[in-house]
């Protein structure tokens, strides 16, 4: 079993057992949502002083709002495969994370950069259920990935019909129920035998299940497990985030974007049940994972 790592930003992320956990709260201001590619390269430095040199366990982040550090787990695996042994990145999330920011790195943007890289051959994101897909927002998703055959958006209850006039009717799976969204991605692994990475963030996940500070998808616990399951021994490296925690940012381009993305208000008198559903949830897909 590979040992687990907690990039321990804020705190977040429940005790578990034989974690190697690094503490960054030090970064949280500069990396916490977005960060420049100074800043990120810098983080990338200072974690490869202090990570094992073989390929890790699973992570866990935190809150959503470092999901853009799983390039950083991603890019490490770059001394094992090329574009001719190559893998493949799987993420569940409510959001396609191929925004465009033009700043540098951000929770929403960093997709792309994972499409980018030579020993990736494609990135499915799964689950997504939010308004970033939507014909109204197409223009902030960056386009090129997905005219390239690199990128795959599988949307749950979230029909959208640009694509079709766009040329990208192929890069969008839209369904309306999760059960047959999981069983057509499962089918399509069947007949591929690729090494996968997996990054999960719990704001897949309906309400019902968990609580996160994003909104919210439509996924239950079980098609996580389906996957993992289907996915099996392929999987070589794998990320969890979507904890719940709260952050007053100092940077006044940082406020101004969370404000824009309406990040929910969390209930300070529910915080303490919502992180130990979370760290039940985290131990289960960590016995899966590991």
Known sequence: MKTPIILNFDQSVGP???????????????????CSKQDYRKLAHHLDQRLPTDQLGTTLMGSGDYHHMSLYLIERLASYYSSTNPIQVVVFDNHPDNMRFPFGIHCGSWVSHVAALPFVSHVHVMGISSGDIGAWHAWENRLLPLYQGKLNYWSLNRRVKWPNYTGLSKAFHCFDCGDELIASFIALQGSLSLPTYLSIDKDVLSETIIKTNWDQGNLQTYHLTDTIAALGKNIIGSDITGELSSYHYRTWWKRLLSSLDNQPDIDPKMLETWQAEQHQLNLYLLKLLN
């Open 16 to 34: 578990i057992a034989d974690a190697i956990n690094i503490d960054l709260a030090n970064y949280q201001e500069q990396i916490r949502f977005g």
